[in-house]
């Protein structure tokens, strides 16, 4: 397909040609690579054409591939055919959507950990042990019942135990591979008027919120995300607390102090030039992941406020305190994201393991031997499944449909 619109034989495997590429007259000047496979990416023949790229020379690029036999991509097309040739795993293929979506240090770091098989490996290391455990099991099985090893069954017993802990601190871990992809949140709650709009359009660097001297202003929850230290942190500004006859103010305060119980860190915000500490609305956030901050600093504090520990300093309109405001979340962020050991990342792991775990549990719970050889089969089973062995194909496409085309 490829000689037949560059008129030349193939360039030597991985060396850029360049070469004219060729529909009825001549396309483009450009360069041509060639991975035979299965040596490749996908593990198949793959021709790599570097064009300009007009949208003049694409289409009539992909009319001369159409005519010698080709057709587009499919999103994640590339990255299918290369687990489907046992290139990658699925997680694998799931890091390489991660890495090309990936916004900040931290989420690219974590995507190349998976991308590299971190948590593939985990997870056949996993599986190896429970086949090696329904191999021992299964030995069992085959001995009469008086030359039955002493303690056989046993063993492999207290083995799945160990390995179920193991798979439960591995879940453990407060979500931090998920929320390492979707983000660490943020909520800023406080009385109307704190400031808190403004300190969220302070904090991300534009005018995201709407900002006015009524109290009232926000009622919508407004999200706005930033790279934090190369942590990827969402902030929600919300309505201020207060008790309110006007429905959808109360619908907002609802919705703040939704978003408050579902929030990683929040910050509990109040006016420090006429209040000592937040109002009572707010305070009953306080707890070990909140912040108190004292907004309006050039105002002059309010003699108090130095009462509440931990509190923090700021003002909004002038930005004193907030570059160390910023320090404060980045750093609760790093110890709520940071970590060497490989996570799940995506609710589809979470499950295969929580599986996993539920057979491990009813392994422990039988009696007949036979039975505790189906409970380790299917427990192995669920982390074939995650790792992409089988049951695949409705999870593939879920999996390639969030690609992108040419991936
Ligand atoms: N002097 C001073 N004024 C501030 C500061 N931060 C906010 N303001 C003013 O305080 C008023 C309220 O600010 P907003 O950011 O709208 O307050 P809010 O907490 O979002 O208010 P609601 O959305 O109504 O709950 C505005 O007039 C701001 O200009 C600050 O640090 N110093
Ligand atoms: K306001
Ligand atoms: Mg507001």
């Not at 090309?100 to 770091?109: F, K, L, P, S």
């Not at 160390?324 to 609760?332: D, F, K, M, P």
Request: glycine content about 10%; hydrophobic content about 45%.
């Amino acid at each position: 397909m490829v000689s037949a619109i560059t008129k030349k034989p193939l360039p030597p495997p991985r060396y850029a040609a360049r070469r004219r590429f060729w529909g009825p007259d001549a396309i483009d000047d450009g360069l041509l690579l060639w991975f035979p496979g299965p040596a490749s990416f996908t593990g198949e023949d793959v021709a790599e054409l570097h064009v300009h790229g007009g949208r003049a020379v694409y289409r009539a690029l992909a009319d001369a591939l159409a005519a010698a036999g080709g057709r587009p991509a499919e999103p994640g097309e590339f990255t299918r055919r290369a687990f489907h040739n046992g290139k990658l795993d699925l997680t694998q293929a799931e890091a390489i959507a991660d890495l090309v979506a990936a916004e900040t240090e931290g989420q690219r770091r974590q995507a190349l950990r998976q991308l590299d098989g971190a948590l593939g490996q985990l997870y056949e290391g996993w599986r190896a042990r429970l086949i090696a455990m329904s191999a021992r099991a299964e030995a069992a099985i085959d001995f009469p019942e008086e030359d039955l090893p002493d303690g056989l069954l046993a063993g492999v017993a207290t083995d799945a135990a160990v390995l179920a802990g193991e798979l439960r601190r591995h879940l453990d871990d407060g979500g931090r591979g998920e929320r390492l992809r979707e983000g660490f949140h943020v909520a800023i709650l406080g009385a109307p008027n704190a400031g808190k709009s403004s300190l969220l359009n302070a904090l991300v660097g534009r005018a995201a919120a709407i900002v006015h001297e009524t109290a009232g202003t926000t009622r919508d929850i407004v999200e706005a995300a930033i790279d934090l230290n190369g942590w990827p942190v969402v902030f929600s500004d919300t309505a201020g607390l207060r008790v309110t006859a006007d429905p959808v103010e109360a619908e907002g305060v609802r919705r703040a102090q939704e978003r408050a119980g579902q929030a990683d860190l929040k910050l509990l915000i109040f006016d420090g030039s006429t209040q000592a500490e937040p109002d009572a609305a707010t305070m009953v956030f306080a707890g070990p992941r909140a912040l108190l901050v004292a907004n309006k600093s050039d105002l002059g504090l309010v003699a108090g406020s130095c009462s509440i520990s931990g509190w923090v300093r700021v003002s909004a309109a002038t930005g004193e305190g907030l570059g160390g405001l910023a320090g404060q979340i980045a750093a609760a962020a790093a110890a709520a994201l940071d970590g060497s050991a490989p996570a799940p990342t995506r609710l589809r792991h979470r499950m295969a393991v929580e599986t996993c775990i539920q057979h491990l549990d009813a392994m422990c719970r039988a009696s007949l031997p036979e039975l505790l050889v189906e409970d380790l089969r299917l427990a192995a089973r669920a982390l074939a499944a995650a790792v992409g062995r089988i049951d695949i194909e409705d999870v593939l496409d879920a999996v390639f449909r969030e690609f992108c085309i040419g991936k």
